[in-house]
């Protein structure tokens, strides 16, 4: 992609890029890319927090029917595929990268932060804990931080602004760091 284009590019289509790293390498230059490169980085971390960190550690890449002796010379072998697609798959050092990130910012802040991405705004159809307004965040922080896994060790936010405040710190922290380049080298 030439340099023109890409500089010309909207934040949405800065968000279609399937490759996060074009788009980290982009936010150094381009504010549209590092908005957007922000974006993808907030949403990582929730992922992370939310259904990652639910994964179970233990599982290892190995055929269970091959244990249980249902796959005849088997002995247990590792399951080659299942070992290179953990290794090569494109996302994981994306991942790592962010979680890495996320350790780097001041705790407060990641949660502050990640408390307002995971935010579904009450005129929304559905239910869930998250569909609350920014008052009501503030009042059930607890279960809301303990459903991230952040309740340990964060001081709670005696007000909306305070929250708005750290979350703003944390995204302007993630935007500096795009820009200086540091994300590519984390």
């Keep these: ?45 929730l992922e992370l927090q939310l259904d990652c960190r639910h994964e179970n550690p233990g599982y290892q890449p190995f055929s269970i029917t091959a244990l249980a002796g249902e796959m005849p ?46 935010r579904v705004r009450p005129d929304k159809m559905g239910h869930s804990q998250w569909m609350v307004t920014a008052r009501q965040m503030v009042e059930r922080q607890d279960v809301l931080l303990r459903s991230l896994g952040l309740n340990e060790g964060v001081r709670h ?18 935007r500096e760091w795009l820009a200086q380049g540091e994300i590519k080298a984390a």
């Design 157 to 174: 936010f005696e007000s909306v602004n305070a929250l708005q405040h750290a979350a703003r710190r944390a995204r302007t922290q993630l």
């Design 1 to 45: 992609m030439d340099k023109v284009k890409r500089s010309a590019m909207q934040f949405d289509e800065w968000k279609r890029i399937a490759n996060p790293w074009r788009v980290v390498e982009a936010a150094q230059q381009n504010e549209r890319a590092r908005d957007a490169a922000v974006s993808r980085i907030i949403d990582t971390m």
């Design 73 to 118: 010379n088997s002995g247990g072998r590792s399951d080659h595929t299942m070992l290179a697609a953990m290794r090569y798959h494109p996302e994981s050092q994306w991942h790592k990268a962010c979680a890495f990130l996320m350790d780097q910012l001041p705790r407060r802040q990641a949660a502050a932060m990640l408390l307002q991405a995971a």
